[in-house]
């Protein structure tokens, strides 16, 4: 979206193609130069649109008029956040909660701090347009993404910060070169190096917290905010690890902070069957699908349970509902076959079972079914022609 502005900055430095501003031709090469942004302006104009598209979609992704206006007032904290991550990039983590009450005093000190800042860069534009440059494509690059508009859960993210972290690097890579020009050359390798090894070893302390879910979550837990986001995936990697109670503890906190997601319901409903309840998983899996009512796994997980549980119309008008969702969901069609052969609809269930095994040949569960189904069909039909 920011390509355009880009293209502007560029043309300014390095490849210096603006047009002059005074002399003879002046105006026809500001037209020509105009017209040649035009296509990529359509193209960025036509990419904004398809972005924002999907948001209808996704109510939850909508946010009020008074709502805009915090994220405007929080725009110039998220920009001194982002500066913060480039130059101290201490506490990363995979997910930072969003903050949209920030002190007021903070957020004038950070708007002071952002204006001063480009009038540093503005005044510095003749013996280092670089600066310039970096700057403008800092700023460009990050105000789609920069908490202007919502684009999920988080704040602000790293991965945010990768194509504006480059106009930064230019910025002062730049700067630093000018400033150390009276001094010799023999710094500039030096320096290069310092950095280069810097960023390594924070790089290799990073990678470490990726090892898997169970170590990112937990990292997150350590150095942001509770988040309902976070307590979810936490809770999901410690119930993947077996470490239940902690896992019930933080899927527990996921829902007292509120919101419309299924899945800590879904996983404690997990934790309740492995600990012998069938009961509590019934009605927590019941809440779950009463905030995702079209969620075919819900009630396809649902219509297992209520199978086992004996509720066998319930039970089989939800497996039927979780097929006609997500057609291609072969948990649902297993489960739904399981029930219909148990029913002695044998065909049907027959049809299931090689649904679902189009979808997972390699399933053996779904090869054990089907074989057990087609044989009480050969042992039917052997015993209806004697």
């Known amino acids: 979206i920011a390509f355009p502005l880009l293209l502007v900055l560029l043309d300014f430095w390095p490849l210096q193609r603006l047009p002059a501003v005074r002399g003879t031709g002046a105006g026809a090469a500001w037209g020509r130069w105009l017209r040649e942004k035009i296509p990529h302006l359509l193209i960025a104009g036509a990419i904004a649109l398809v972005t924002a598209l999907p948001w209808g979609a996704h109510p939850e992704m909508a946010t009020a008029t008074g709502i805009e206006w915090q994220r405007v007032a929080a725009l110039p904290c998220n920009y001194v956040r982002y500066l913060g991550l480039l ?3 201490a506490d990363l983590a995979v997910l ?26 503005w005044r510095l534009r003749r013996c280092q347009p670089a600066v310039l440059v970096g700057w403008g494509w800092f700023l460009f690059t990050l105000l789609p993404v920069s908490g ?7 704040g602000v993210a790293d991965r945010y910060l990768y194509v504006p972290g480059i106009g930064l690097l ?11 020009e009276s001094r010799g050359r023999s710094w500039r390798p030096v320096l290069a190096g310092l950095a280069t090894v810097a960023c390594a070893w924070l790089a290799r302390a990073q990678v470490g917290y990726w090892e898997n879910s169970l170590t990112l979550w937990s990292h997150a837990a350590a150095v942001t905010p509770p988040s309902a986001v976070r307590h979810v995936n936490l809770g999901n990697a410690l119930l993947k690890a077996g470490r239940l109670p902690e896992a019930e503890a933080e899927l527990t906190a996921a829902i007292a902070l509120g919101g419309m997601d299924p899945r800590p319901w879904v996983n404690l409903a997990v934790i309740a069957q492995q600990r012998g309840d069938p009961a509590r998983a019934r009605e927590l899996l019941r809440h779950a699908l009463a905030l995702a009512p079209a969620d ?4 396809s997980n649902l219509g297992s349970l209520l199978d086992d ?3 066998k119309a319930e039970a089989r008008a939800l497996l039927e509902k979780a097929v006609r969702l997500q057609p291609e969901l072969a948990e649902a069609r297993i489960n739904l076959g399981v029930l219909l052969a148990q ?10 079972f090689e649904a679902a095994a189009r979808l997972k040949p390699d399933d053996p569960a779904v090869q054990r079914n089907l074989q057990l189904v087609r044989q009480q069909l050969a042992a039917r039909a052997a015993g209806q022609s004697r």
Request: glycine content about 10%; hydrophobic content about 60%; overall charge negative.
């Open 87 to 89: 130059l101290w990039p």
């Open 96 to 121: 930072y909660p969003e903050n949209l009450d920030y002190p007021p005093l903070l957020a004038a000190g950070a708007l002071l701090l952002m204006l001063g800042l480009t009038f540093a860069a």
């Open 148 to 154: 202007i508009v919502r684009l999920g859960p988080q």
């Open 170 to 180: 230019v910025a002062a890579v730049w700067l630093a070169a000018g400033m150390l």
């Open 296 to 299: 075919a796994r819900i009630l």
């Open 309 to 311: 549980l004996g509720e």
């Open 343 to 352: 029913a002695g609809e044998l065909d049907r269930a027959l049809d299931c």
